[in-house]
């Protein structure tokens, strides 16, 4: 069902397989003062290409995408990024370090022929932000490349794929950075036909669920449909950089998003406790308890702490509650039992006046995958009213999800660690 190949990568020239100062993390984590500081650290760091300077809007001269262009332009010409000669699949391990525990992670890159999302072979998970897909649509046509993997997720519960892995990393890393974190990424390419060609045999009888990057992969489809249109199907732009990732691979690690949010208007602590409690057992944490490990069975469940509560407290959701009844919105069963659904549909929305659908409430909801700093942001000097510490979305929760044709709310799961921009590039002419 899903068609990966090999392809031919721009990559940093090098004479030192550690590229970390050229490294970045993705485009839309990286803030203002992070950038400044990677850049310092040298001015060929890949942010300055996917942030490039310049007003957001592509009628203004001078704008982020022009210049987008020109760098491109300059590092393909000047030598900062050579093109490997042979088509190859790409691996990339991330190493760290997970509660205690090493761990590792391990993704094929390969250009992955596009689909439209109602094909169900390229399932979505997670909604898109309208002002994000123009951004990144317009750096695309500037640039013509794609400067980071989408992250992409594929059903092998056997294992099947893990020899293959073995294989294509038997030899030395052409490259490797280490990120802020400590996250090592260690990169192989093998052009080797066999392993390419299982690959392909492999994913061809699967669907690809989109882990992260929900925007590149959204406008490759639009900036593919405009190519198609002005030169016909066949060119490099019909497909994008993927990094395949096995779902079921038990060093998947996945975290929630937590939510911090400010109410409306004044916030009443008692009316809130007292309208929360219509729908959920609320129970306060015992002294001593971590307040940020829930189990991941059960009802739906959260930990919440509001200003002015000395300690966290647990809300699950009452047995007496019909999920079906209860959120009205067209959704399958399988969406309406996830906490971040339960969370802003019978929280979020009715008790503090937050929703996706009205985007204009969304500058009073923030996100944070650190609890600590969550439940900090209700202290008497935090911005926020309430927070919410959540457990992390289960994959089979996910699968089911996207295999209804629906999407979750934004910002549902969070992949830990991120992927590394700068590591591979993939041109689109």
């Known amino acids: 069902m899903a068609v990966v190949r090999p392809f031919r990568a721009h990559t940093y020239a090098r004479t030192d397989a550690d590229i970390s100062r050229l490294a970045a993390p993705p485009y839309d984590v990286v803030s203002f003062a992070q950038r400044a500081e990677l850049l310092a650290g040298d001015p060929a760091n890949v942010v300055a290409l996917e942030l490039a300077e310049g007003p ?4 203004v001269p001078g704008n982020r995408y022009e210049h987008g262009a020109a760098i491109w332009a300059r590092w393909t010409s ?8 042979e088509a190859a699949v790409y691996v990339i391990e991330q190493r760290f370090v997970h509660n205690g525990h090493p761990v590792r992670r391990r993704a094929f890159v390969a250009a992955v022929d596009l689909e439209p999302f109602d094909a169900g072979v ?3 998970h997670e909604r898109t932000l309208p002002k994000a897909l123009a951004d990144r649509l317009a750096l695309l046509r500037a640039v013509r490349a794609n400067t980071s993997q989408v992250f992409g997720l594929y059903h092998d519960p056997d294992g099947a794929t893990d020899a293959l892995f073995d294989a294509a990393t038997a030899a030395e890393p052409v490259m490797r950075a280490t990120d802020a974190d400590g996250v090592e ?3 192989w390419a093998t052009a080797d036909p066999e392993v390419c060609a299982r690959l392909a045999d492999f994913m061809a009888d699967e669907r690809i669920f989109i882990a992260d990057g929900h925007h590149r992969y959204t406008v490759a489809l639009a900036y593919r ?7 016909g199907p066949g060119g490099e732009y019909d497909a994008v950089m993927m990094a395949l990732v096995n779902m ?3 060093d998947l690690v996945v975290l929630p998003y937590n939510r911090m949010a400010r109410a409306e208007g004044a916030f009443d602590r008692d009316a809130f406790y007292t309208a929360l409690s219509e729908r959920f057992e609320i129970a306060d ?3 001593g308890h971590p307040p940020v490990v829930l189990s991941a069975d059960g009802p739906p469940s959260f930990i919440v702490k509001t200003r002015g509560d000395d300690r966290p407290r647990v809300a699950t959701l009452r047995a007496d509650v019909d999920l079906d009844a209860a959120i009205t919105a067209p959704h399958s069963r399988e969406w309406k039992g996830l906490d971040v659904a339960v969370l802003q549909e019978l929280v979020l929305d009715p008790l503090l006046g937050v929703h996706p659908d009205r985007p204009e409430t ?9 609890p600590h700093e969550t439940l900090a942001a209700v202290a008497e000097e935090g911005d926020r009213d309430v927070a919410f510490v959540l457990r992390p979305t289960r994959m089979d929760q996910m699968r089911a999800v996207a295999l209804a044709g629906e999407t979750m709310p934004q910002k549902s799961t969070y992949f830990y660690p991120k992927l590394l921009s700068g590591l591979l590039f993939r041109a689109l002419d």
């Open 78 to 85: 000047d030598g900062t990024l050579v093109r490997d000669e």
């Open 225 to 231: 449909d405009e190519r198609r249109a002005a030169k």
């Open 248 to 250: 079921d691979d038990p």
């Open 56 to 59: 957001l809007d592509p009628a």
């Open 285 to 287: 944490l015992p002294p």
């Open 362 to 370: 969304l500058d009073r909801l923030s996100f944070s995958k650190d």
């Open 185 to 187: 990424s260690l990169v």
């Open 122 to 124: 390229i399932l979505p």
